[in-house]
């Protein structure tokens, strides 16, 4: 039985692949104190621009107190890309500028950054402004989960009670996602599998139920999100 599980786990990773889109998976938070200056890094995903500017007046409102709060964001993935960014009242290309540079450089896409700033009472020049936003960029970025934007099918599934455990164990190499079980003397599930997965994964229910079974797609989501981790 392992051995045909090994078998059919790797047959799911042949398939097209998708173009990756790489996006934060939730919000994160990183701080870092610069010549007694204190940054304080925060990431969101977004998926539009409208959700972007919402988030920086959020953190606007939660740090109101605070000298600084330099947005960056970029929206989109590959070349259908939209960036931003603003110094808000730091010296011109100190700090929004550096910020997105390390936000383009992470792979991430659907994603805001707002580093927000309390002065500490010792300026720190063109470059260790540089240095400071970009740092606290990165900071935030090693603690950010991620996960990809992919194409997936939904579907619906009615097993007899007793092979529950061994659906278990196909869910779990072909990374499914539950969206629901029922339980009495059958098993009603609906969950989310990668589409590139789908037919690989409907062959394998087909063999686990000698024929007798096959889940239903039920629908396509074109921007699922499955952690990468």
Not at 17 to 24: A, L, T
């Given at each position: 039985?392992?051995k045909k599980r090994s078998q059919e786990k790797a047959s799911t990773e042949i398939g097209p692949e998708e173009p990756c889109r790489m996006i934060p998976l939730e919000r994160a938070k990183a701080e870092l104190t610069v010549v007694n200056s204190r940054f304080i890094a925060t990431i969101e995903p977004v998926r539009t621009s409208e ?179």
């Amino acid at each position: 039985m392992a051995k045909k599980r090994s078998q059919e786990k790797a047959s799911t990773e042949i398939g097209p692949e998708e173009p990756c889109r790489m996006i934060p998976l939730e919000r994160a938070k990183a701080e870092l104190t610069v010549v007694n200056s204190r940054f304080i890094a925060t990431i969101e995903p977004v998926r539009t621009s409208e959700a972007a500017r919402a988030f920086i007046s959020e953190m606007k409102e939660k740090y109101v107190g605070a000298t600084h709060n330099v947005p960056a964001y970029l929206i989109g993935h590959g070349n259908s890309t939209m960036a931003y960014c603003s110094d808000d009242g730091e010296p011109s290309g100190s700090s929004g500028r550096p910020l997105l540079t390390v936000l383009q450089g992470s792979g991430l896409g659907d994603a805001a950054i707002v580093v927000t700033r309390y002065f500490g009472g010792t300026k720190l020049g063109i470059g260790g402004l540089v240095r400071a936003y970009g740092d606290a960029g990165k900071a935030v970025l090693e603690r950010t989960k991620r996960g990809e934007l992919k194409s997936a099918t939904v579907f619906s599934l009615d097993l007899p009670y007793g092979l529950y455990d061994r659906y278990l164990l196909l869910a779990a190499d072909y990374r499914i996602q539950s969206l629901g079980e029922a339980f009495s003397d059958r098993v009603q599930l609906r969950g989310r599998i990668l589409t590139q997965l789908f037919s690989a994964f409907e062959n394998a229910v087909v063999n686990l139920t000698n024929g007798a079974v096959r889940p239903a797609h039920t629908a396509t989501e074109p921007d699922a999100v499955f952690p990468t981790e």
